[in-house]
């Protein structure tokens, strides 16, 4: 059973245009990151949340925004996508990593930008 | 701040032989955890095994094994026994007391038949 579940899981926006990407978990997890995932690059860790206390890394784009209106969801929003933006979108949970729990993965969002 | 670097991009193992991937990180912390992940084409990124940084003791799973050097801030991993299943991206991973994970460039493993 999917325990991460990112939706879509295929994404195609246009330049500029407003896009929201979504993650869901059956996990209870405290935590949830957002990862950018480029051909042939490691995941990016764009930013996570712990509870609702949100941590953005220090060179993610002001375009990249993210909520979290419940313990289960959490939203990626790009608010101008540009051709950069095109990769892979990876959702993941932990339990908590100070207790070395492991991330949980979704399958990714794999988003185009025409 | 904290990176990790796999200096392999690409490995192959002929079937049942063993592989090592490579996998140094540099932090200034003393209290964090070490995984490798694996992410096989179209299809999720899954657990393959942890290392706690204050625990002397190299992880074992099954087929998987690592090689922690805490003082040269290496720590690779060992498959013994290759399967064509292992066929697919590992990634080295770096996570710390600060719920941040952080991932090296991946090694991409071919099992060859």
């Known amino acids: 059973d999917a325990m991460v579940i990112q939706n879509p899981r295929y994404q195609v926006t246009q330049f500029g245009k407003p896009v929201t990407l979504s993650c869901s978990q059956t996990l209870n997890h405290n935590v949830m990151y957002w990862y950018q995932q480029k051909s042939s690059q490691a995941p990016k860790l764009l930013f996570h949340y712990y509870d609702k206390d949100f941590n953005n890394e220090a060179d993610t784009p002001d375009n990249f925004q993210s909520r979290r209106p419940n313990t289960s969801f959490c939203f990626l929003d790009i608010r101008s996508p540009g051709l950069g933006d095109a990769a892979m979108y990876l959702c993941?949970?932990?339990?908590?990593?100070?207790?070395?729990?492991?991330?949980?993965f979704g399958q990714g969002t794999r988003l185009t930008v025409v | 701040a904290q990176t990790v670097t796999q200096s392999q991009p690409e490995m192959s193992v002929q079937e049942a032989e063993t592989v090592t991937l490579s996998c140094t990180y540099d932090?200034?912390?003393?209290?964090?955890?070490l995984f490798w992940y694996k992410q096989p084409p179209s299809r999720q990124m899954i657990l393959v095994i942890r290392q706690e940084a204050y625990k002397q003791q190299n992880a074992t799973e099954n087929r998987f094994s690592v090689n922690f050097q805490k003082a040269a801030k290496s720590f690779s991993l060992k498959i013994s026994d290759s399967q064509l299943g292992d066929a697919a991206m590992y990634f080295c991973?770096?996570?710390?007391?600060?719920?941040?994970?952080?991932f090296g460039t991946g090694t991409s493993l071919t099992v060859i038949p």
């Open positions: 993941a949970t932990s339990r908590d990593a100070g207790l070395a729990s492991e991330a949980f």
């Open positions: 932090t200034s912390e003393s209290d964090y955890y």
């Open positions: 991973a770096f996570s710390n007391t600060g719920n941040q994970f952080y």
